[in-house]
């Protein structure tokens, strides 16, 4: 990279690209500074998806999913997860997501009476090396009187990949001050199985490729049958992610998986739009709803 820089700026031009650093891509380019202005402005905005007990359709919680539209035209954070990340955006929006979730849920959980309801928050693999990644977790939780295990962090395997000991330092802290660390997109990444037993973990969410074909194809059947069945054995719960037909709900019930979240039950929508007393059972075809069901 050292070379393919020092090639591009030419003569009597300092390169401004170094080895370790990727030269910016067309995203970079374009999205970088109002993605930035964006940040900075709190215009970034938070969709919630339920995820659902697959038994009877009532709601476990919630994920807070970033939503960032320019002149309109949404972009997706697939997009725009990885730009912030190298503008060095990504833990100012993580504040932000951490501050509107607990700050939703809070709102949600007076309206229910209970402190049961969770909510999930995707934390960048770089935060979960941060040791100010607990003590912001627990601001947030105090600042919104929620239960601390009603905070779930959701990290991807890389989290686990890079610098191991410190990411195990902040998942034991994450750990002390109470919130639920969950693998998410599990079974997409590269980190060992090893790993995950090394540090405190409530649950798996299966990466929604396993789950996209279950219904159709016995191979993928099979091998969801088998990441559940592992789950299961590591005393974890079990999320399945990405489920978007009816047979894909009844069969991931049958084998175990005892949470799920697709479109089949809602996509992401604005906080105002949720009426956290929703049951899902009819988009689910469960066969017995029940719209309370204590937890723990
Ligand atoms: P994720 O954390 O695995 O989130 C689940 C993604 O699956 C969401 O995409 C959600 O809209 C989508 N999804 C849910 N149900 C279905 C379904 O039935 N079918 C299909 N095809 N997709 C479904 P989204 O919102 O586009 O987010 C993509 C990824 O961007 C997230 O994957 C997460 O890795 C990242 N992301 C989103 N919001 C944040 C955030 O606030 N902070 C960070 N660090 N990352 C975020
Ligand atoms: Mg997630
Ligand atoms: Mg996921
Ligand atoms: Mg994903």
Redesign the pocket.
């Known amino acids: 990279i050292a070379m393919y820089a020092a090639k591009r700026a030419g003569k009597g031009r300092l390169a401004r690209w170094h080895a370790g650093m990727t030269p910016p891509n067309a995203d970079d380019l374009r999205l970088r500074q109002p993605l930035t202005a964006a940040v900075t402005d709190r215009r ?1 905005e ?2 919630y ?1 339920p995820i659902v007990r697959l038994a009877d359709g009532s709601v476990l919680g919630y ?5 960032w539209s320019v002149a309109g035209q949404p972009i ?3 997009r725009f ?1 990885p730009v912030a990340q190298r503008a060095g955006l ?1 833990g100012q ?2 504040e932000q ?1 951490l501050d509107d979730a607990t700050a939703q849920l809070s709102q949600w959980s007076r309206r229910l009476g209970h402190d049961r309801l969770r909510i999930g ?4 693999a770089m935060l979960m090396t941060d040791p100010a990644l607990p003590a912001l977790v627990a601001r947030v939780v105090d600042r919104n009187r929620l239960q601390p295990a009603q905070l779930v962090i ?1 990290i ?1 395997e890389d989290a686990l990949v890079e610098d191991f000991e410190a990411a195990r330092r902040v998942a034991l802290l994450l750990r002390d001050v109470g919130a639920r660390l969950c693998i ?2 599990f079974g997409k990444g590269y980190s060992s199985l090893v790993r995950l037993q090394q540090i405190p973990l409530q649950s798996l ?1 299966i ?2 490729s396993f789950i996209q074909d279950i219904d159709r194809e016995p191979e993928a059947e099979r091998f969801a049958a088998a990441l559940i069945a592992l789950a299961g054995d590591l005393g974890l719960d079990v999320v399945a ?4 037909r009816a047979p894909q709900a009844a069969l991931l019930r049958r084998l175990g998986s005892t949470f799920g ?4 039950f809602a ?2 929508k604005f906080a105002g739009q949720i009426d956290p007393r929703t049951n899902y059972a009819d988009s689910g075809d469960c066969a017995a709803p029940r719209a309370e069901v204590p937890v723990d």
């Not at 994920?63 to 939503?67: H, S, Y």
């Open positions: 970034i938070f969709a998806q994920e807070a999913l970033a939503r997706s954070p697939a997860i990504l929006l993580t997501v928050v995707n934390v960048p959701e991807t998410d997109d969410k990466d929604k992610e990405g489920i978007e979240q697709g479109f089949l996509r992401p």
